[in-house]
């Protein structure tokens, strides 16, 4: 079974700032000793320093995932640190902005190293530590891992790149009959500094899609996924609407993401193409947990909330189909009542599972 959060050791990568600081400092605060990895060693350093002021255990590891040399350093820092890790947490991250046609392609080939390879070698280094502490490798993707957007072309890809790779990975896993839990964690826009530090091509400083979420919820999620046993966690609505509305019509989509994908993901804020970036080196300052968008940041989710309780939520959702298949047999309408009579019995044995699974 699953440790608690407050037994585990979590190593966190891209815990300078934004989803990754969020964690390590919501970890510590529950208990777990946490390791925090990225390139900024001065931010990761005061960072950890600041979680360890408040009580909490902590270790900064400068590292840099795209050196695989580094990533199996902090593994084992980590290890000789603490004894053991529990969760690793994939989760660096950086952005360009511009259409495929303007982009150079060392910017593109540079976001999947760090987004995708870095994810990559931080499975490679924590895999054998995950498989004697029967742990979870926890993976920050991103809604855009089901979908796509203009301007994004490079972090839709690395995004892509790392569901089909998990999938894979997760079934030769299960036919070793190895312990470890694999998660993928699905972001919806989320106000971090990302936003701040990315390369622009538009001539303006970009922002998330709107709706957005404070970085904590994506936090609490992670966290989630160390302590249990999913396969895909959403961080928001938003980012399950996308993920449905593309399985339903991703031609109709296309046609959304034309009329509004472009404007959306502008602000009026002056930003050229050459202003600091993170992309090939750290800035002086990694900007904290949030960005610049605190106003319009949503720091909670219905859809989230029912998730976390997903057992109820299945069974609620298994009585109001029964309830329904009920009302429309006795109105005779035809195959109806069968219909919702399966999803009724599918919802209630989807709630059975995952009580089985969380007792």
């Known amino acids: 079974m699953p440790k ?18 969020a964690t390590a400092r919501m970890g510590a605060r529950r208990g777990a000793k946490v390791v925090l990895a990225a390139r900024n060693e001065r931010d990761l350093r005061k960072h950890a320093d600041e979680i360890r002021r408040e009580g909490g255990d902590a270790l900064a590891v400068p590292t840099d995932v795209t050196d695989y040399a580094q990533v199996e350093a902090l593994a084992a820092r980590a290890a000789q640190e603490y004894g053991r890790i529990d969760t690793w947490v994939n989760n660096a991250g950086v952005s360009t902005y511009a259409t495929f046609k303007e982009q150079p392609l060392e910017d593109f080939r540079r976001v999947l190293d760090v987004i995708f390879m870095g994810q990559v070698h931080g499975a490679k280094a924590a895999l054998p ?19 796509g957007i203009p301007l994004q072309g490079a972090y839709c890809a690395a995004k892509h790149a790392l569901k089909g790779w998990l999938d894979g990975l997760r079934v030769e896993l299960m036919h070793e009959g190895s312990p470890v839990r694999v998660t993928l964690v699905k972001p ?26 404070e970085p904590e919820l994506a936090a609490r999620a992670i966290l989630r996924a160390a302590a249990g046993d999913e396969r895909d966690v959403f961080v928001g609505g938003a980012g399950k609407v996308l993920s449905l509305a593309e399985r339903i019509s991703p031609a109709l989509l296309d046609v959304q993401q034309n009329w509004q994908g472009f404007q959306s993901q502008r602000t009026d804020w002056p930003r050229g193409a050459d202003a600091p970036t993170n992309l090939y080196a750290p800035m002086e300052d990694d900007g904290g947990v949030h960005g610049d968008f605190l106003r319009k940041e949503k720091p909670r989710s219905a859809y989230q909330s029912l998730e976390a309780h997903s057992t109820l939520a299945a069974w609620a959702g298994a009585a109001a189909l029964a309830a329904g298949a009920v009302l429309t047999s006795r109105r005779g309408r035809g ?22 699974v969380q007792s």
């Not at 608690?4 to 300078?16: C, F, K, M, R």
């Not at 701040?196 to 091509?201: D, E, G």
């Not at 195959?335 to 209630?348: F, Q, V």
């Open 188 to 213: 919806s826009s989320i106000n971090t500094p990302l936003f701040n530090k990315a390369k622009t091509q538009m001539g303006v400083m970009p922002m998330p899609i709107p709706p957005i979420y």
């Open 335 to 356: 195959a109806l009542p069968a219909a919702l009579g399966l999803g009724a019995a599918m919802l209630a044995g989807k709630g059975a599972i995952h009580l089985a």
């Open 129 to 147: 530590y995950l498989e004697e502490s029967r742990g979870a490798l926890v993976c920050v993707g991103s809604a855009l891992s089901d979908r």
């Open 4 to 21: 608690p959060i407050d037994e585990q050791v979590i190593v966190i990568t891209g815990a300078s700032s934004g989803i990754g600081l």
